[in-house]
């Protein structure tokens, strides 16, 4: 039996000072959120285990907590918050005025091997955007994540941003199977440009291809990628990624906030679930991502209910990092008052907004 003194291995508990500063840094966000007219929706902690599986897709079944109910239901812990949203837009919300702008706020769960540092408990603040244009909804989102973290304080943030239909039109003409592609993906994922030689040595693939995919994970870096990538590829899908990032790109410079981008067309992790723009956002002195999102048109179909939809969402445990140092913590020292005072003085200064704190 564990000790009463101990939690599961990747959870936390969050006391006092630490508590508070997660609030403060939940509702800065909101605020952001908000004033963008997105209206928050708070999920169910758990639903069917179907409703995540097929969100997800194939591969991410070990990271999902799932259990039997009494009535012999296959439920699930929320491991991520879209595919729960795009099926609440999706059925209760289908006959909504769009676009439907949504925000949400909590914690997903999913299993994760012990090793150091692992969390199985992440919380998570994010928005969806479903029913608008595809430019227009995809620089909303983007703005709206800059804003977070100016709202923040937060400096020399970055949003890498590719395209999972760069890569998409890439490999439809090669005409590979399933898990050769996956294979493909998993080495591009971490740059592994070794294990990609590895690789190309098994395919039956010419050397123009085998060119352009080790090409792939150093296409970062400026608006120039995106001229760059397109020597590369004819195909339509793929120009029509490189279009669509192009305009992004302009419009940033336009609002001289191009600084904030990198052009990152090996960028092709996430769930099968997105189809566009792909984006991770990262601070300096940091060396993971505290944000990711992406385009994910096909899932609100999934559901019953075909509409365009993206998003993305921050860790909050990651960003509270680098953030609170900027978060305005308030007066943390309450009026001592001695009991003998009596709670009329209590209640007269809280009536004033002061806080307070009894000496009993």
Request: charged share 25%; hydrophobic share 40%.
């Amino acid at each position: 039996m564990k000790s009463y003194t101990q939690i599961p291995p990747g959870t936390q508990i969050l006391i006092g000072g630490a508590a508070h500063r997660r609030r403060l840094l939940e509702r800065a966000i909101c605020s952001v959120f908000e004033g963008w007219s997105y209206e928050e929706i708070i999920p169910p902690i758990f639903d069917y285990y179907d409703v995540f599986a097929k969100g997800m897709g194939t591969g991410q079944e070990e990271h999902i907590y799932r259990f039997i109910d009494r009535e012999g239901n296959i439920l699930a812990l929320r491991p991520e918050f879209t595919s729960l949203v795009a099926k609440t837009v999706a059925t209760r919300l289908a006959s909504a005025p769009k676009p439907i702008r949504l925000f949400y706020s909590g914690e997903v769960l999913r299993f994760e091997k012990p090793k150091g540092g692992r969390q199985r408990e992440f919380a998570q603040i994010g928005v969806e955007h479903y029913g608008g244009t595809h430019k227009t909804a995809d620089v909303e989102i983007l703005l709206i994540a800059v804003e977070t973290f100016q709202r923040l304080g937060v400096q020399g943030f970055q949003i890498n941003l590719g395209s999972v239909d760069f890569f998409g039109g890439i490999v439809d003409r090669m005409e590979l199977p399933d898990d050769q592609i996956a294979a493909i993906k998993d080495v591009l994922n971490i740059k592994d440009q070794s294990g990609l030689e590895v690789l190309l040595q098994k395919l039956p693939l010419d050397d123009r291809r085998k060119k352009t995919l080790r090409a792939v994970p150093h296409l970062t870096g400026g608006k120039s990628v995106i001229t760059e990538a397109r020597a590369l590829v004819k195909n339509a899908r793929s120009v029509e990624a490189l279009d669509h990032l192009e305009e992004i790109y302009s419009i940033f410079e336009k609002l001289d906030l191009a600084q904030h981008l990198t052009i990152d067309l090996g960028e092709i992790r996430g769930f099968d679930y997105y189809t566009g723009i792909l984006f991770r956002a990262y601070v300096r002195d940091l060396g993971f991502e505290v944000a990711s999102g992406g385009r994910y048109d096909g899932l609100p179909a999934a559901f019953g209910e075909d509409m365009p939809a993206v998003g993305f969402t921050f860790i909050l445990d990651r960003l509270e990092q680098i953030a609170t140092p900027n978060l305005d913590m308030g007066n943390g020292n309450p009026t001592a008052i001695d009991v003998q005072q009596g709670f009329a003085k209590a209640l007269q200064l809280r009536q004033a907004g002061k806080a307070v704190k009894l000496c009993l």
